[in-house]
């Protein structure tokens, strides 16, 4: 059975950092490496977005609301991803969540990012 467990979130301060990890399991090595990875969020009331990804290269893409603030890494040995936020802004709020393109219905419980003003 394929599962996401994200953790990592809390409640900062504006222009405070959390690191969020994503370890995945059930999933083969070569389709963990081989495959991208991708991190989304839910603001309340609002859809999820798609936040980053990277892919089995190791290149990452941004959206345009975190460029140069959040950071995407990939161990894949550990079959986990890794979210680094910085410069944190009221507007990051959400549960955040990992997700494997091969398995797009399958979802963690994900992890709370809170950041007061």
Request: aromatic share 10%; charged share 15%; glycine share 12%.
């Amino acid at each position: 059975q394929v599962r996401m467990v994200e953790s990592g979130g809390g409640l900062v301060e504006t222009g405070g950092s959390l690191r969020l990890s994503c370890k995945t399991s059930g999933i083969i090595w070569s389709a963990f490496s081989g495959n991208a990875m991708a991190w989304y969020r839910q603001a309340p009331g609002a859809q999820r977005e798609l936040v980053a990804t990277i892919e089995s290269s190791g290149a990452t893409n941004y959206a345009d609301s975190v460029k140069g603030r959040f950071t995407m890494s990939r161990d894949n040995a550990k079959r986990t991803v890794y979210l680094q936020l910085n410069a944190l802004k009221p507007e990051d709020t959400g549960l955040y969540y990992c997700q494997h393109p091969s398995y797009p219905s399958t979802w963690g419980q994900g992890t709370q990012v809170t950041v007061s003003s």
